[in-house]
């Protein structure tokens, strides 16, 4: 059995998912993190091993402050970076989070179930239009959508 791993983790693992390919937009990582937890982790058993991210409906659908906090965390770590083009942010792993998360796999300290989940979210919509996975989150999770300033 694993101990509880911290949610951060998860974070890292996103960005290290699918060969380290970075994520474009604060949208996209959060809505990303929030499929990972409502989908995969009803699928796998994760949900007991990840310390979870609290969503709430906000302007553009689910938000956590927590993600938000773990950004600027990690950056302060060294592990992520995140740099602004044409007024987008972009996420990444810096050369010491890449080794940080190797180092973790190699130990066993993450589950392959875990990494098999992300792997999954990232490559279905890291690639994909905002606006896709926005469109495809209010659909499936309206819930999350009392506050939007948008509608879809």
Not at 87 to 105: A, N
């Amino acid at each position: 059995m694993f101990p509880k791993i911290p949610r951060q983790v998860l974070l890292l693992l996103l960005l290290y998912a699918k060969n380290n390919e970075e994520v474009v937009g604060r949208s996209k990582l959060q809505k990303m993190l929030f499929l990972i937890q409502k989908e995969e982790f009803k699928r796998e058993p994760l949900s007991g091993v990840v310390e979870r991210y609290n969503f709430h409906p906000h302007f553009f659908g689910p938000f956590s402050d927590e993600v938000t906090d773990d950004i600027e965390f990690l950056r302060s770590l060294g592990l992520i970076e995140v740099k602004t083009l044409r007024g987008v942010e972009v996420f990444y792993l810096t050369e010491k989070g890449l080794k940080k998360m190797c180092d973790l796999i190699e130990e066993g300290k993450i589950p392959y179930f875990m990494l098999d989940a992300t792997e999954r979210v990232k490559k279905k919509w890291n690639r994909k239009p905002t606006e896709e996975l926005t469109k495809y989150v209010y659909k499936h999770y309206p819930e999350y959508t009392t506050r939007s300033r948008i509608r879809i």
